[in-house]
């Protein structure tokens, strides 16, 4: 099961920024409840909202403190990119599936608007995304990607070298840029939406590990680590990438990413980021965003470092890589680290997420699987898919975000 798993190392700067914002109880007696969602991160707190917000009864559960796990390690780059680019992404699956790929997580920036703004509190803002040219080779491609996009009605823009360097203090051939996408502070979201959650009714408890996980009459029970029962109609497996530890079948393979934040820098100190998030076109990529305390976060590095004690001697080496990247594209930018943090992902061969049944455990119970940059964007679509299946509708998303598409 997945319980033990270390997911991140380092200091994550949302859990020491924030701290504990609010205090959520052990399970100590039985509960019932429509669902159960197990996972108490952002992927979690997302869809506990969807479903308390139209009616169902929720229980969540969370085995550390909430958002405790992977989400106190994210550096929350909301944007509708896909780490696989449209192109490709319509390569492999048709350029319908892929069109409703990318204009779904287009839409999914404006609904975490409406959740942000409804919780408040949670740094969002509207950001510009640059997505540059690594190298010249590069061109040919990025050219082809904003023709894909304009194509499917995203709005973007052509920047040349010239203009990447006056307006961005960017030295690279070529960058596509959007003004559809955003950041905020995935650690606040997560306990603002759970207290909401909870004050609405919705059982939300932290420090409360599940064991056993059982069909039962119309229903699943899960068992906990104290001896508590939840009998739920449906359970929602929101574990982020321990989720993988539920199933037989490999459906993604887990990586390790690297990021640091800086002290609050001065406006003109911080330039484009301050209202931009910068990412390349190689893979594994560099991306740096700015806060709204006017830090930057820089991030990257990836590797397929998979055991935390390694992944923990890593850190401070990885940093300083990165601000030797920095400097190499953006050479007035003068970063210097204050935390440095490695975390957990996992990669899906498509770039695409899972939500939904798998047939190892029956229709009753479900998985979020957010994976890639776009944790949080599909997290949100997938709040609104495992409704839609829970109430036995339909979902548009249904068949590209599901486990059919590995048959």
């Given at each position: 099961?997945?319980?033990?798993?270390?997911?991140?190392?380092?200091?994550?700067?949302?859990?020491?920024?924030?701290?504990?914002?609010?205090?959520?109880?052990?399970?100590?007696?039985?509960?019932?409840?429509?669902?159960?969602?197990?996972?108490?991160?952002?992927?979690?707190?997302?869809?506990?909202?969807?479903?308390?917000?139209?009616?169902?009864?929720?229980?969540?559960?969370?085995?550390?403190?909430?958002?405790?796990?992977?989400?106190?390690?994210?550096?929350?780059?909301?944007?509708?990119?896909?780490?696989?680019?449209?192109?490709?992404?319509?390569?492999?699956?048709?350029?319908?599936?892929?069109?409703?790929?990318?204009?779904?997580?287009?839409?999914?920036?404006?609904?975490?608007?409406?959740?942000?703004?409804?919780?408040?509190?949670?740094?969002?803002?509207?950001?510009?995304?640059?997505?540059?040219?690594?190298?010249?080779?590069?061109?040919?491609?990025?050219?082809?990607?904003?023709?894909?996009?304009?194509?499917?009605?995203?709005?973007?823009?052509?920047?040349?070298?010239?203009?990447?360097?006056?307006?961005?203090?960017?030295?690279?051939?070529?960058?596509?840029?959007?003004?559809?996408?955003?950041?905020?502070?995935?650690?606040?979201?997560?306990?603002?939406?759970?207290?909401?959650?909870?004050?609405?009714?919705?059982?939300?408890?932290?420090?409360?590990?599940?064991?056993?996980?059982?069909?039962?009459?119309?229903?699943?029970?899960?068992?906990?680590?104290?001896?508590a029962l939840v009998r739920a109609g449906h359970v929602v497996v929101a574990a982020g990438y321990a989720g993988q530890q539920w199933l037989?079948?490999?459906?993604?393979?887990?990586?390790?990413?690297?990021?640091?934040?800086?002290?609050?820098?001065?406006?003109?100190?911080?330039?484009?980021?301050?209202?931009?998030?910068?990412?390349?076109?190689?893979?594994?990529?560099?991306?740096?965003?700015?806060?709204?305390?006017?830090?930057?976060?820089?991030?990257?590095?990836?590797?397929?470092?998979?055991?935390?004690?390694?992944?923990?001697?890593?850190?401070?080496?990885?940093?300083?890589?990165?601000?030797?990247?920095?400097?190499?594209?953006?050479?007035?930018?003068?970063?210097?680290?204050?935390?440095?943090?490695?975390?957990?992902?996992?990669?899906?061969?498509?770039?695409?997420?899972?939500?939904?049944?798998?047939?190892?455990?029956?229709?009753?119970?479900?998985?979020?699987?957010?994976?890639?940059?776009?944790?949080?964007?599909?997290?949100?679509?997938?709040?609104?898919?495992?409704?839609?299946?829970?109430?036995?509708?339909?979902?548009?998303?249904?068949?590209?975000?599901?486990?059919?598409?590995?048959?």
């Open positions: 099961m997945w319980w033990g798993m270390d997911l991140k190392s380092g200091y994550p700067f949302w859990s020491i920024r924030n701290g504990l914002m609010h205090a959520f109880p052990r399970l100590e007696r039985d509960v019932r409840c429509d669902v159960a969602v197990i996972g108490g991160g952002i992927t979690g707190a997302l869809i506990a909202d969807e479903l308390v917000a139209h009616g169902h009864e929720v229980a969540v559960l969370e085995q550390r403190e909430i958002g405790w796990g992977s989400t106190s390690a994210s550096t929350a780059l909301l944007q509708y990119e896909i780490d696989t680019p449209l192109v490709d992404l319509a390569r492999r699956h048709g350029q319908d599936a892929a069109a409703l790929a990318y204009l779904a997580c287009a839409e999914a920036i404006d609904l975490l608007q409406e959740r942000a703004r409804a919780v408040g509190q949670v740094d969002y803002r509207r950001n510009d995304s640059l997505y540059y040219a690594s190298r010249k080779r590069d061109l040919a491609a990025l050219r082809e990607e904003l023709a894909a996009r304009r194509e499917i009605g995203l709005e973007l823009d052509w920047v040349e070298p010239e203009a990447l360097w006056r307006d961005y203090g960017v030295r690279a051939p070529g960058a596509l840029v959007s003004r559809q996408a955003a950041r905020m502070d995935p650690y606040r979201m997560t306990y603002r939406l759970l207290a909401a959650c909870q004050r609405a009714g919705a059982a939300v408890h932290d420090r409360t590990a599940v064991v056993d996980v059982k069909p039962a009459s119309r229903g699943i029970v899960l068992r906990t680590a104290e001896g037989r079948q490999r459906v993604a393979r887990n990586r390790s990413s690297y990021a640091f934040v800086t002290d609050p820098l001065r406006d003109e100190e911080a330039g484009a980021l301050r209202h931009t998030m910068v990412w390349e076109t190689a893979r594994p990529y560099l991306y740096l965003r700015g806060t709204a305390d006017g830090r930057v976060i820089a991030g990257g590095e990836d590797d397929s470092i998979d055991l935390p004690a390694r992944r923990d001697a890593r850190v401070l080496a990885k940093a300083a890589k990165l601000q030797r990247k920095i400097a190499e594209v953006m050479p007035d930018l003068q970063l210097r680290p204050v935390f440095a943090w490695g975390g957990t992902f996992a990669e899906t061969a498509d770039g695409l997420p899972f939500f939904g049944a798998h047939a190892e455990h029956g229709p009753r119970v479900l998985f979020a699987m957010a994976y890639g940059g776009n944790g949080i964007t599909y997290s949100m679509l997938g709040a609104g898919l495992l409704r839609a299946t829970i109430e036995r509708r339909g979902h548009r998303l249904a068949a590209l975000f599901g486990f059919g598409r590995l048959d």
